[in-house]
């Protein structure tokens, strides 16, 4: 039988199709474009009334000393904030403050060292936003993560201040960013790995170890979920496709994954970048500076400890604040992170777990901690943007799958803010709370407890009309927005949420934010206290308690010695300096000691936490300038 004939080739086309090329130019413009508008928002919000907006207490006031003091003496190594103590924290942020005043004319104003925290928020925006690219979202997933960690409230609060907090979380997402392009480039992990180790040296310059440990338990919570729910073989054979792989041999797989990012050539660069600052530095301080910088700073505020600053709480202590936090964006984050669980167990690829682990390895470790602040959740913010940026977007394109989700929270946030209405209407008036339980607003969580009405209970008071008006408003856009998305139409839905949540972030930051400060800082009774002391350096006869440190020395610009309330008593009565400066509950533990010729020659128009402060001269003192009262 005669082999059947071979089938002859088809005709070639006359024209054969070009291959698919993608077009770059195109995709350049869209992330372009985004790029533009975020620069553009992040401006508004971070830049806008920079140095209008009143100073704080002790985190701003501490840095910009450093700073004085770095272009004072000319000493970069290991300036001594108001010439009596060694820098509690690295170095890395005053530097920058310094460098930001130097490039500014010299000076060390409030826009100085504020703006390389405004800086860094901008950076940290973008880098979502190239992060959600390289995890897969698409430019509407990247641009949803990075408006809503834009937005949120904590982020612009320390974007707007002169803290150490933003600076270190912005390393730690450039970090992090390396080591994702680490594991998405086989054939340049090796140069990833070793790139990572410039910002993670970097965050440990700003604020310690946790710069570095929070990074490396990220990575080690993405590896570990990697190998814990993804046991698929690389080459899966007939035999290991029918069982999963062990999770010993899963987690093998993700240490070679990570050998291959040369962590020996990484750690050794890390080491020689921060041994340039802290070798020297800890030769010139000895062990009280190891003790302040190291122990006291990192272990004490870890335990919780007095000397490490205190700020002990539970370990729930954080979860009111997650929410507060990341408003406007906490809205959808409950839908987001249970999309975000089973999205892990049905699909455990590396860009689906990344922004899980972060957030997990950076709550957890928060939660773990004694010591704990609300600012600190500004680390894990960027991780739940891209969590909720992701799910949004998804979930837009998709709104009759996703109805419920997206407008669940809205209905309830319209019926929320009706119990503002009310609560802003009939309420007589507003109490300060216990501090740390009270309001947190854009960062503001602290307001004395006093029977007085002080801060932002009074601010509340002031503006009872305003309120209500605002709460109504939010509650009928919440409300019809929750009605747009339940009814599958997202545009008109996104529209209203985005413009309410725009409008009320643009009032805070430039309107409300800097007023509530405005009514806390003891930065205008600093200013009057110039007016009684000669401001002559050789002359410059003031002393004041450690309450706030660094406060008054850099509000007049100058050296002021402090004292301990166990020999306020000893300075007056030997009369070794003409004023100090006390709290008025320092005083009146004091006042019967002193007796009654101390005179009380200023008192603070604010209160702060440990009181309001007073301005003491010891018996027969006068002012040196007459007091001039305002016209």
């Not at 405004?118 to 950076?123: D, E, I, N, R, V």
């Not at 949540?501 to 930065?523: Q, W």
């Amino acid at each position: 039988m005669a082999p059947a004939p071979a089938p002859s080739p088809a005709p070639a086309p006359a024209h054969s199709p070009a291959p698919a090329v993608p077009p770059p130019a195109r995709w350049e413009r869209a992330d372009g474009a985004w790029l533009l508008g975020l620069a553009a928002l992040c401006a508004l919000l971070y830049l806008t009334g920079l140095s209008g907006q009143p100073m704080d207490n002790r985190g701003e006031p501490r840095e910009g000393v450093l700073a004085q003091e770095i272009l004072r003496s000319g000493d970069w190594l290991l300036p001594r904030p108001n010439g009596t103590r060694w820098p509690e924290k690295p170095l890395l942020f005053p530097w920058l403050c310094a460098l930001s005043s130097l490039a500014l004319g010299g000076d060390v104003t409030e826009f100085a060292i504020r703006l390389p925290s405004a800086l860094m928020a901008t950076l940290g925006v973008f880098v979502v936003y190239l992060l959600g690219r390289r995890l897969g979202m698409g430019r509407g997933g990247a641009g949803a993560a990075a408006l809503l960690l834009a937005g949120a409230v904590t982020w612009i609060s320390l974007g707007r201040r002169a803290r150490i907090d933003m600076t270190l979380a912005v390393l730690i997402e450039l970090a992090l960013y390396a080591l994702l392009r680490a594991y998405q480039d086989p054939a340049r992990r090796g140069a990833w790995g070793l790139a990572a180790a410039i910002p993670l040296a970097l965050a440990t310059l700003a604020k310690g170890p946790m710069g570095v440990a929070f990074p490396l338990a990220s990575l080690a919570a993405w590896f570990g979920l990697r190998a814990l729910l993804d046991r698929t073989p690389a080459a899966p054979s007939p035999a290991s496709s029918e069982s999963p792989m062990p999770f010993a041999a899963a987690l093998r797989r993700e240490g070679a994954v990570f050998l291959a990012m040369r962590p020996c050539s990484a750690a050794l660069a890390f080491l020689l970048l921060i041994g340039a600052w802290y070798l020297p530095a800890s030769l010139e301080g000895g062990p009280e500076f190891r003790y302040v910088n190291l122990f006291k700073e990192n272990i004490g505020m870890l335990l919780g400890l007095e000397e490490g600053g205190g700020h002990e709480h539970p370990v729930w202590w954080y979860l009111p604040y997650l929410f507060l936090t990341f408003l406007p964006g906490s809205i959808w984050l409950l839908p987001a992170l249970a999309d975000a669980a089973r999205r892990a167990r049905a699909t455990p690829a590396p860009e689906v777990l990344f922004a899980p682990a972060w957030a997990l390895a950076c709550f957890g470790g928060l939660s773990a901690a004694s010591g704990k602040r609300p600012d600190y959740l500004v680390l894990l913010l960027p991780a739940l943007a891209l969590l909720t940026g992701d799910w949004l977007a998804r979930a837009v394109a998709a709104p009759t799958v996703h109805r419920r989700g997206l407008a669940l929270p809205l209905f309830v946030l319209g019926l929320a803010a009706f119990v503002g209405v009310a609560a802003a209407a009939f309420t007589q008036r507003i109490e300060p709370g216990p501090k740390g339980y009270d309001l947190l607003f854009f960062g503001l969580d602290a307001l004395p407890v006093r029977s007085r009405k002080t801060g932002v209970g009074a601010l509340l008071d002031a503006h009872r009309g305003a309120l209500v008006v605002a709460f109504a408003a939010l509650g009928v856009v919440g409300l019809a927005a929750a009605r747009f998305f339940a009814r599958g139409r997202p545009r008109p839905a996104l529209a209203l949420a985005g413009g309410a949540a725009g409008a009320a972030l643009l009032a805070g930051a430039l309107v409300f934010y800097p007023e509530a400060r405005n009514s806390l800082t003891i930065e205008p009774f600093v200013r009057e206290v110039a007016t009684y002391v000669d401001p002559d350096p050789a002359a410059f006869d003031l002393l004041h308690c450690e309450n706030f440190t660094y406060a008054i020395p850099f509000f007049l610009d100058r050296r002021v010695p402090p004292i301990t309330q166990a020999n306020t008593r000893y300075w007056l009565r030997a009369g070794g300096r003409r004023f100090v400066v006390m709290t008025d509950e320092t005083y009146a533990g004091l006042r019967a000691d002193l007796g009654p010729e101390t005179a009380v020659l200023l008192e603070c128009a604010t209160a702060v936490d440990q009181g309001r402060y007073l301005l003491l001269g010891p018996p027969g003192t006068h002012p040196v300038h007459p007091r001039r009262d305002p016209e």
